[in-house]
């Protein structure tokens, strides 16, 4: 069993909000993820939409003032660090400048750590997931290339380590064709680089339960949350969401999975502890709807800071330390606007789940 003073705390950190020439071409020129926040209305009564951010406003992440800002009330409220996604797709990065805006000038002083979001990009935001806009592939060469490009990120003094061992998280470790041999040649390529041996982990969304990280090459793996636990039950009994069928064939509970947060969280406390070293990841909220104007939305209601903390409390009161430093819980995430899924202050909720997480960890 830990303590949250034994505890380091992750958040996920979503690099989207400002324009890039991509998302002008494929969404409409000054696309960011805000257009998709902002336009979001309720589906049903007592559904919270749209999620109106509090303190840093419709923020610019170009703004070296909106980064510290968020650095501060992370540190003020125990996110230890950052986990920023980050797209290569062969040599072709988005999203970057922000990350390299903070690589560069030194600032924020707040810890970071990349996770390698490796999927293709669709045009899935308007329900036509068969588009493709960008696809993933992969190859020793670029592996070579990737690892190589990355050598300063990983020899920052900021970035997260275990054991002085730079983490890297990788989405999506099931797409390779060969997951060892891409962990092979990582460490190999890091090491000779001088950045020294990389602590490689998997993501277990849910739909990877056959992870195993000892086979894949990796270190371990973090679950993420909310979907990591996720059980396919939805709000209502059977009979009940039956009937509801056959009077609204077209309605909310046909287009869309329902969920209840505290049957998610329970869910995914109730997962056996593998034989594997994995890392626990709690979940403000969910509600993908913005993206999904057409249905075919995620959306768990009763999300409040009370069951927040209490997710997040048993969380740690139930963490297995593998050792000092293998001591990461993560936090799915510090800023999904169009996912309703963020720890950022809200106009609803103002520092409310903030401050539920700090007395959590305390």
Known sequence: MATGDQ?????????????????DEWW???????????RADPLFRG???PHIPGDLGFYDLRLPETRVAQAALAAQYGIDAFCYFHYWFEGHRLLEKP???????????????????????????????AEMLLEQSYSHEDDLSHVRALAETFADPRYLRIDGRPVFLVYRPLHFAEPARFAET????????????????GVNGGRDQAIDPVALGLDAVVAFAPFYGL????????????????????????????????????????????????????SPGFDNSPRRTN????IITGSSPDAYEHWLQEVTRRFELYSPEENLVFVNAWNEWAEGNHLEPSRANGHEYLEAHRRARA
């Open 295 to 298: 249905g075919g939305a995620t």
């Open 99 to 129: 990350f390299d805006d903070v690589l560069r000038s030194g600032d924020p002083q707040h810890p970071f750590l990349l996770c390698w979001a490796n999927e293709n990009w669709t045009r899935v935001w308007d329900g036509k997931s």
């Open 7 to 23: 505890l380091r705390y992750v958040a996920f950190y979503l690099p989207q909000f400002h324009p890039i020439p991509e998302n």
């Open 186 to 201: 990582w460490r190999a390529e890091a090491a000779r680089l001088g950045v020294g041996d990389l602590y490689l982990c």
């Open 231 to 282: 059980a396919t039950r939805k709000r209502g009994s059977r009979p009940w969401r039956a009937a509801r069928r056959l009077v609204r064939p077209d309605g909310l509970y046909r287009r869309n999975r329902m969920y209840e947060y505290a049957t998610v969280a329970a869910d995914n406390l109730a997962v056996p502890a593998p034989d594997h070293k994995l890392f626990p990841c709690v």
């Open 28 to 38: 409409g020129t000054g696309f960011t993820e805000w257009r998709n926040v902002a």
């Open 47 to 49: 559904h919270q939409q």
